[in-house]
């Protein structure tokens, strides 16, 4: 974090001061690195790691412990070390790596613990993704840290990462073996250690994270973790051209010969399409990964028409057993599902209903099970690659809010392993969970959206600041899910199904499964508009991906680390460094402002050029038209 600012020359000189509680006339002085700041009591202490010939970069936190943890004792360490002890079974480490540029943070305890890092005005990133950005607009106290979803516990928590980053410059990193509980508001962000649900009572109490000192902003602050990215690369096809998903326009009557007939309405109709997704209902019970014969008479055949077409085709698949398949099943597929801590059959909800089982990814030989299965389908139909859905440790049994019977050292682990045995299939395959993920090559999908405007309830203006969020936690090939949303609250209406296009037109990929054609001729003619536009792009797009310096999908603030108005931008994006986007996300607006940073952009609607910072006031944008701007002269 940042104190009044000048240039980085080296480290300062301070020393460490421990005030104790119990006797307030009493001070010890011990001298430390040359680096921290510590004020501590019985139950708390304020720490301030410093770096600068000034100390004009910090790293401050409150620690703090729910009860007294004794008196201050000293405590032995390398000699660069801060190190403070209590007596009552409380500890405190901070050691520094090479050139003072990284630290690591350890505090260990017999009771609940809690690590708060004042924001002072400064914008908050990272973390999990959440409706609204930056994060700490969203306030949150001691949510448990582990992926779930609504059904189980009360909220969206698909793509959980143990990042975060501010304006002003902080980075943390913490351990995946941490206990952690995350609050959060407008003022501050506070990490908690604590043995209580979702993790066991016997686990260690300690915190432990990472954080660079030589950073005064967020792109430094981020580079502390992402010095280059190494991002998937989708197949050229998947950029140029959509995925086309029969979820949403047929839902579970879907069949082999409306799958059939999608494809020709959508090539009839003027679209291109790269993939064919064959979604959800097509088989005699879910989990069993059998065709049902009656809607499919012949899977190899419908394969081969789509393959024939000039399309890939690929098909749904998630890690439930059930409900409604017969009881022999289970039997037979027992040795792969999740137990409860007794060996018998866990048993778990998802929203296809209650008493399913869950295949257990935490097992190898489950693992190795299902992946042979996958092949088999691949080889014996001829698919070219999966959509995995769901993958949260809250489907674990006994995982929910409401049972809590069932605990985990590390929760997450079972969406970190269901993501890698996912990722064995090519850069083709669509997820939708991520912890300690966004290294794998596959692409990420957000959570389902819902076909309304606003941001709550993961309406049209989510999908810009979900893919914001997941680009700065270190995903790359970044799937919208699908344009329109998925009709939870209804239909969309024409204007926003459009709106929506254009959302869509200048991020990584598109998916659609609502068809155009289900609303009007305008709306076919702009929607091939600007899925044409993408495809002009395509191959911009391609070299983003390729670029190791920055990720495909920006927030201003990538080329404006400094700019206060483009840390708080959630409604206009950057592909790469120079494209800026600004689509319309207000019901019934026909213009909107578009804030512009440092630099001369051109119109590419109207070839005029702006020298920025600027703000464009009211910018005419009738249905058919999607602001965009070319950064010419940084």
Known sequence: MRAPRRVFTGVG????????????????????????????????????????????????????????????????????????????????????????EMWTVTIEATQPLHVCFPLEGHQLYGGMVLEEYPIQRVNLTQVSFYTGDITRIGRLQNVMERFWYSSGGLNIRVNPDVPLFLSQDETQLCLTAKNEFPYPKDI??????????????????????????????????IIADPIWSTWVEFERPIDQQKLIQFEKDITSHGFNASVIELDDAWETCHGNQTFDLKKFPDPKAMVDEIHSKGHLITLWVHPFLGPGCPSNLLDIYSPYVMKYP?????????????????????????????????????????????????????????????????????????????????????????????????????????????????????????????????????????????????????????????????????????????????????????????????????????????????????PLWWIAPEDKIALVSDSEFLLGEDLLVAPVLEQGATSRDIYLPRGEWRDENTGKVYTGPTTLKKYPAPLEVLPYFERIKS
């Not at 994270?209 to 992402?226: D, P, S």
């Open 13 to 100: 000189v301070l020393v460490l001061v421990l005030f104790v509680e119990a006797t307030p006339l009493f001070k010890e002085k011990i001298y430390s690195p040359s680096y921290a700041e510590v004020f501590a009591s019985r139950s708390s202490a304020d720490v301030t790691l410093f770096s600068g010939a000034q100390r004009e970069l910090k790293h401050t936190f409150n620690l703090s412990f729910d009860g007294k943890v004794g008196n201050l004792k000293h405590c032995a360490g390398n000699d660069d070390d801060v190190c403070v002890r209590w007596s009552k079974s409380a500890q405190l480490l901070v050691t520094k790596g090479p050139k003072n």
């Open 204 to 237: 260690p109490i300690k915190m432990s994270y990472v954080t660079c000192g030589n950073t005064g902003n967020i792109r430094e602050a981020l580079k502390c973790f992402f010095p280059m990215y190494d991002k998937p690369i989708p197949p050229t096809k």
């Open 342 to 554: 007794n060996g018998s059959v866990g048993i778990t909800t998802w929203w296809n209903g209650e008493g399913a089982a869950l295949f257990d990814f935490l097992n190898p030989e489950t693992t190795k099970w299902y992946v042979e299965r996958l092949h088999r389908i691949l080889d014996n139909y001829g698919f070219d690659g999966f959509k995995f859905d769901a993958g949260e440790a809250a489907y674990i049994p006994g995982m929910s809010i409401k049972e809590q019977s069932v605990t985990s050292h590390r929760p997450n682990q079972y969406t970190s392993k269901y993501i890698k045995m996912a990722s064995q299939f090519g850069t083709l395959t669509e997820v939708r969970v991520g912890a300690e993920a966004f290294q794998y090559k596959l692409m990420q999908r957000l959570q389902d959206r819902d076909s309304i405007w606003t941001s709550e309830n993961l309406g049209l203006r989510s999908v810009i600041t979900s893919v914001l969020q997941l680009s700065i936690l270190g995903y790359g090939a970044i799937l919208p899910d699908m344009v329109g949303g998925n009709c939870y609250s209804g239909r969309p209406s024409k204007e926003l199904f459009i709106r929506w296009v254009q959302v869509n037109t200048f991020l990584p990929l598109i998916q659609f499964s609502l068809s155009p054609w289900s609303f009007d001729d305008e709306t076919v003619q702009i929607t091939r508009k600007f899925t044409a536009l993408h495809n002009a792009y395509s191959e911009r797009i391609l070299k983003e991906f390729k670029d190791p310096h920055h990720p495909v999908i920006n």
